[in-house]
């Protein structure tokens, strides 16, 4: 079935290469899934030759994971692995039709990644993002061909998760939004459409609900009451494993950004900014060890 909004498929470009920009924890989901999926070459790139081996090894550890599972052949394992590697230079992607950044989650950042990116592909390359709450309007801005941008905002994690926002932002024209869908049908994502607000659909719902079960400990619940209250409805994970997975810096990235656009509405935990601010490990309420760099 045709994603709601998603425009005529006959519009999609081809992508025969993908570029990754990063190489931490979710740039290195992202290249597995394309790898996998796509079965195109991935050049991840990153500033350090050490984040880049970390990123490949990453990679080829998992497949080696589903080899041992059964759900990769052993000549999959291997072309899985060959198709993903490590630039130091964005150069790497002078011939690639899709990039997508998932470097750290600042404006400024992202805007500039995606300058230098711009700087090197042809004018047809989609420019993806993995933001999980920036505007992609302003992203795209003054950029070359903002038309190209588009928010591609997966879930963590990324193998396991259908879940796929795709993002139009102001500029975003039909060729980028198909190519998108496109994408995002092989790579078996179940896309939805969603409008360039602040954190887009689903992480507000999920930053109210976090927010909530933060704000109960804060309050003076004891975490273990609060963490376990909605267990007998069925949720995959409780609130607080989920805060771990997500990254407690993420997280609170995402709070800020609802913050700063509905102040009467989201707040900010101050435990929470406290916890990020301490750096590793960093223990929220009485009992549970988070790891803020765990994203
Ligand atoms: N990487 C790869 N595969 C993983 C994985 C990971 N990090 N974690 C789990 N899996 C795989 C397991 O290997 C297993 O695969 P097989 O069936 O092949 O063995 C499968 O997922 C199920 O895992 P488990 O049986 O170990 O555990 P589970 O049934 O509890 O499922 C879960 C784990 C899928 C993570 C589940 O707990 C869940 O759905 N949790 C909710 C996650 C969620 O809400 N994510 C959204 C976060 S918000 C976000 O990411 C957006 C943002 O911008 C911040």
Known sequence: ????????????????????????????????????????????????????????????????????????????????KALVTGSL????????????EAVFEDLDVKRKVLAEVEAVVSDECVLATNTSSLSITAMASGLRRPERVVGFHFFNPVAVMPLLEIVRGDATDDATLATAFSVAKTLKKSSVLVKDAPAFVVNRLLTRFMGEVIAAVDEGTPLEVAD???DGLGLPMTPFTLLQLVGPAVALHVAETMHTAFPDRFGVSANLAALVAAGKPGVYGADLQIDPEAR
């Open 1 to 80: 079935k045709k994603p709601a909004g998603a425009p005529d498929k006959a519009l999609a470009r081809k992508v025969t290469k993908v570029g990754v920009v990063g190489a931490g924890l979710m740039a290195s989901q992202l290249a597995l899934l394309f790898a996998r999926r796509l079965e195109v070459p991935v050049v991840l790139t990153d500033l350090d030759q050490a984040r880049l081996d970390k990123g490949v090894g990453y990679v080829h550890a998992e497949v080696d994971k589903l080899r041992a599972k059964g759900r990769v052949s052993a000549d999959q394992a291997g072309r899985i």
């Open 89 to 100: 230079s964005k150069d790497a992607f002078a011939d690639a039709d899709f990039v997508i």
């Open 228 to 230: 376990h209250a909605l």
